[in-house]
């Protein structure tokens, strides 16, 4: 981990002090930008009864990317990211170390951008691909998250 | 705890041992019968960033109902219950602990276990309403489940 660009480790440290569950799950954001999020989280401590990652945990590292996403994406100093709904659908059982992607092309970031300046809020739709160490796809999520002004 | 029937001990040990990333969040059977489950988790260690339950902590309490409805409606000997896919939708946030309830009816208990005889597996729906310790609700699941014969 010598090698992990400070602003990943700083993601990393947020995520640890803001959402410990998560944290003790393993998640950890590997890709950030505007716009892009890779997350991973291991198998290890996070197995069902038939020896797959448990749902909630595949939950947890899609569903984390909005977060992520929303900070990298809009100044987090103005703006912090909730979620309103999410949908994940589970397509084969995940045997290993997972890893969720999401993007948001680059027109839509700056139209949401507009939209949170002139509203103090703007929605957003985050599609999620789960996909396992053979670059199977296990699960995929999709989620409304909306950034919102501190203090609104 | 004194007071907790031997079957719901029973029901969180096997969370303990089976989904033991649930255990850690404090995720806990409170009512177990055919076609009725009830599970609780606490706040504490289950925050997120604006200090509310954790998104996949709710999850988690509103996914599990259907592993547990799962074992206490069908022959666990015969069968054992898997998740397709679910939503979530988040209506408020928690900041107490939180209960998960979900009800099958009689009759489509009757006519899963039918099925599940018949075809070796039946799909089933819930429907979970997530409320706090003040009876607000904080968030719905609908989550599609099967169960399976072991061994397929």
Redesign the interface.
């Known amino acids: 981990m010598t090698d992990t660009p400070p602003y990943l480790e700083l993601a990393n440290a ?1 995520i640890e002090s ?5 944290h ?2 393993g998640v950890h954001i590997v890709e950030l930008a505007p716009g892009h999020v890779v997350a991973e989280v291991p198998l290890d ?6 020896g797959s990652m ?4 595949l ?2 590292v899609g ?2 990317l909005g ?1 992520a996403l929303g900070i990298a994406t809009f100044d987090p100093a103005e703006f ?1 990211p ?9 397509r084969r059982p995940a045997k290993s170390t997972v890893r969720a992607t999401t993007d948001l092309d680059a027109d839509t970031v700056t139209q949401l951008t507009k939209e949170a300046a002139t509203n103090g809020k703007a929605n957003f739709v985050l599609e999620a691909q789960l996909t396992d160490a053979d670059g199977q796809l296990v699960a995929t999520t999709l989620g409304n998250y909306q950034i919102r002004k501190h203090g609104t």
Chains 1, 2 share one sequence.
């Open positions: 947020g803001m959402i410990p569950v998560a003790r799950m401590g996070n197995t069902n009864h038939i448990y749902a909630g945990v939950f947890t569903e984390i977060g912090y909730t979620i309103r709904d999410l949908k994940i659908d589970f």
